[in-house]
């Protein structure tokens, strides 16, 4: 590529929430930012979920005018679909990074993002931004909000017969496209590369991918999203309509089982947003929340969880042991009730498993001169977390968001603010 | 030919090979696509009902059938009696 810039004052790596007000903070103040994102489009998991606790404002409304502005500003060039394969500290401010980009097989500057090569692709397999729910074509925009707005094709599913090349109306599909792999020179890093979702298959008792009427909390969240795979909510299982569901808290969290024993923060406050918007989607339903404790602890937490109450959602304060199918698909949940000490069971006909999160640990075989230290969960280590929240133990690579631990949307805006601050101070010694 | 376009999907052709997974795949959709298409040519039905017709266990049918509703084949119709199932049905504009 002529003119292309290999050198910048900062590599983020991740653009989700916290990457993208990192790089926006760092743009404004004339730094040259390269932001690297794995997936198709920038937004992280922000831009998949319906609305946000506890203003329930539209997450959407909130997330696209950043990505734009992200994707919009002059000193922040993007990498989608790329992958940092390893950073090299050299000296003092001056890292080298191996970055892999790898190709969308649609060439970037022709696309037009108008989906006509959708229809005449003969593949379907299980869109992974609608978390399975629903199928996608092997050559698609990830989603309607997505930024860049373009199409890709997944090249391990496509049929190779070109339908999409012959149908596309401003010749952008290019199968001659290859990965590419370069370095580039920075001269600080943050690492942004949020969290990971804890996957409940992991926890057989309560048949997860055994029984098609037990969701994910994020599935869930694609249910009730404007841009959802379903027309309502419906039971994956057969499409019905559920009446009666039930959110079981603390799932692959607070549990040395499963090896998280850590609290996700956010599970309580999302679940609680959920119900009350099922209870508008479906005004007729009945929503329990078992849990442990709720930890409403932010602001005006604790009264959008006394509304959930008053909206009439019902919170029972057990530990769910074991979920069973009935032959029509409903649940059984057989639970030590903690108020009573009694073990009960109850039935619902949906469940959504609120999942906990878990470090994205995989950021630290990036790190290849000077290891990148993690804390006991594998986050990134903060190592003066009071007083200097978003420093590593490499001098020149900050932390931001929730790959220092769980965090809210909020929070990690914050975090990203002292991220964005500390790598900016640090760009400075550099002039 | 003269006049026609140079394709790229030449190129990657000369590399890759579709794998009998993808193959699979396709054969697979196309069946249920056309299984869907069958029972719903009676008139409109609930995803049960569509399973019933098809022999497609319940969660499969609701797989398809919304995939289907994403691509335009189907559209979602009236709800049932019981406000429990929605109805679907061919869209006549395919």
Redesign the interface.
């Known amino acids: 590529m002529e003119n292309e810039v290999l050198s910048y004052d900062a590599l983020v790596i991740g653009g989700g929430i916290a990457g993208e007000e990192t790089a926006l903070n760092l743009a404004k103040m004339d730094y040259k930012v390269l932001l690297v994102e794995k997936e198709l489009s920038i937004g992280g998991k922000m831009i998949l979920l319906s609305k946000v606790f506890p203003t329930l404002d539209c997450a959407a409304c909130i997330t696209t005018p950043k990505v734009s502005e992200t994707a919009r500003h002059p000193n922040i060039t993007i990498f989608t679909g790329s992958e940092v394969k390893g950073v090299e500290k050299k000296g003092e401010r001056n890292f080298e990074a191996r970055i892999l980009r790898q190709p969308r ?1 649609v060439k970037e500057d022709a696309c037009t993002g108008c989906q006509e090569c ?2 005449v692709c ?4 299980k869109d992974q931004y609608q978390f399975n ?5 092997a050559v698609f925009v990830p989603f309607s909000i997505a930024n860049p707005r373009i199409a890709a094709i997944d ?8 339908a999409c ?2 149908a596309c109306p401003a ?1 952008a ?4 496209q290859e990965p590419e792999e370069k370095t580039y020179q920075f001269k600080s890093v943050v690492v942004a590369t949020g969290y990971k979702l804890f996957d409940p298959i992991k926890m057989p008792r309560y048949g997860y991918g055994k029984y ?1 009427n037990i969701i994910t909390s994020m599935q869930m969240e694609r249910e009730l999203a404007p841009t959802r ?4 909510i ?8 559920p ?1 009666n569901l039930a959110y079981v808290l603390c799932t692959g969290s607070r549990d040395h089982t499963v090896g998280n024993p850590i609290c996700s923060q956010v599970c309580c406050m999302y679940s609680i947003k959920q119900a009350q918007l099922l209870m508008g989607a479906l005004p ?1 339903a009945d929503v329990t929340i078992y849990y442990l404790h709720i930890r409403s602890f932010g602001k005006g937490f604790n009264e959008f969880y006394e509304t959930a109450k008053g909206m009439g959602v019902e919170f029972v304060k057990g530990k769910i042991g074991k979920i069973s199918e009935k032959e029509n ?1 409903n649940l059984v949940l057989r639970y030590d009730d903690i108020e009573t000490g009694q073990v009960k069971e109850v039935e619902h006909d949906m469940v959504v498993l609120s999942v906990g999160i878990l470090a994205n640990d995989e950021i630290g075989q990036v790190f290849k001169t000077q290891k990148l230290e993690f804390d006991d969960y594998r986050y990134v280590k903060q190592i003066d977390e009071l007083k200097r929240p978003a420093m590593t133990n490499i001098e020149g690579v900050f932390v931001a968001g929730a790959a220092s631990g769980p965090m809210d949307i909020p929070d990690s805006i914050l975090s990203a603010g002292s991220a964005s601050s500390e790598a900016a101070s640090y760009l400075a010694l550099t002039e | 030919m003269a006049g026609e376009k140079q394709r790229t999907v030449k190129v990657i052709k000369e590399k890759r090979t579709v794998s009998e997974e993808v193959k699979a795949n396709i054969k697979h959709y196309n069946k249920m696509k056309k299984l869907i298409k069958d029972a719903l040519k009676e008139g409109p039905k609930t995803i049960p009902e569509i399973a019933k017709a098809t022999e497609l266990p319940a969660h499969e049918a609701t797989y398809y059938v919304m995939s289907m509703r994403k691509y335009g084949d189907v559209v979602t119709g009236e709800i049932d009696d019981m406000d429990e199932y929605f109805y679907y049905h061919l869209n006549q504009k395919n």
């Open positions: 097989y959708e229809p003969p593949v379907v397999v729910l629903v199928g996608r074509k090249i391990e599913n496509c049929s190779l017969c070109g090349e012959r010749d599909i290019d199968f001659s098609k795979p379903f027309n309502t419906l039971r994956p299982g057969d499409g019905k309509m009446d007729m698909g």
